[in-house]
Nanobody
Framework: QVQLVESGGGLVQAGGSLRLSCAVS????????VGWFRQAPGKDREAVAG???SGHFTHGAAVTISRDNAKNMVYLQMDSLKPEDTAVYYC???????????????WGQGTQVTVSS
């Protein structure tokens, strides 16, 4: 069973930076598609970034996704944060990289990111 645990969320001032971590167990991150999604209250879950053996994507100019195979971790670096970035951020894993949440089979519990102005 693949398990995902997010960490690194918190309160940050607008314009600041935050790095979220996704700890993966049960499967090597080098063989998985791992995506970051966010969901604000009343809004749909939307893709932020994804990484897989076949490629990667990011939505937004100040977002970087990376992985550390030795630690079996995936990271999401967010810079120049804005209040509209406030959301619960989730990492997800599946067989194929995609921007659609339904393509991912495993989900973490999420970590709250709050950006104050």
């Amino acid at each position: 069973q693949v398990q995902l645990v997010e960490s690194g969320g918190g309160l940050v001032q607008a314009g600041g930076s935050l790095r979220l971590s996704c700890a993966v167990s049960g499967r090597t991150v080098g063989g998985l598609a791992v995506g970051w999604f966010r969901q604000a209250p009343g809004k749909d879950r939307e893709a932020v970034a994804g990484i897989s053996p076949s490629g990667h994507f990011t939505h937004g100019a100040a977002v970087t996704i990376s992985r550390d195979n030795a630690k079996n971790m995936v990271y999401l670096q967010m810079d120049s944060l804005k209040p509209e970035d406030t959301a619960v951020y989730y990492c997800a894993a599946g067989a194929v990289i995609a921007a659609s949440p339904e393509k991912y089979d495993y989900w973490g519990q999420g970590t709250q990111v709050t950006v104050s102005s």
